[in-house]
């Protein structure tokens, strides 16, 4: 029987690598990025800030401590679409931007692995949901190591099991 040639982590890594940067590509002109805290370590094994700088990322910020500025006319989310608390949190930054600021903003929020129906719902309750533009970033499994692969999930054990 032949080896088995094993999963390629390398082309895993470099597939979120060029879907993230063509997400931000599309975002034109400089731009804040509000990271979820927990997506900072994984997106940060395939992609360095100073590629982020490259694609007009300006200043990043974590969703968590709410310190979001104003500073740059466009701002991306990206963040879980199964965690409705990081859901009202985005629907909150929003809000606040769109009161306290002079800048007309140009939002849009990454989803990660997938858009769900109750962050729709979050967003569209909050009085968001129509001008925000929506993506999804499918990164389902993060290549620690040349053989390791783990889950961008932290509530997976409690989801499955408890």
Request: aromatic share 8%.
């Amino acid at each position: 029987m032949a080896p088995h040639p094993g999963v390629d982590t390398d082309s895993i890594k470099e597939g979120a690598r060029k879907h993230l940067l063509g997400l931000l590509e599309g975002v034109r002109g400089k731009k804040n990025l509000v990271i979820e805290q927990s997506l900072a370590g994984p997106v940060g094994l395939f992609v360095k800030f100073s590629v982020l700088q490259e694609y007009g990322v300006d200043k990043v910020f974590f969703l968590e401590n709410d310190n979001l500025d104003s500073s740059q006319k466009n701002v991306i989310f990206l963040a879980s679409g199964e965690k409705a608390s990081q859901c009202i949190a985005i629907a909150g930054q929003i809000k606040r931007l769109q009161q306290n600021s002079n800048t007309a903003h140009d939002f849009s929020v990454i989803w990660v692995p997938r858009r769900t129906l109750v962050s729709d719902r979050i967003l569209e309750e909050s009085g968001v949901l129509g001008d925000i533009a929506i993506e999804i970033l499918p990164l389902h499994f993060v290549p620690l190591d040349q053989d390791i692969l783990t889950l961008a999930y932290d509530d997976a054990f409690g989801d499955l099991y408890l």
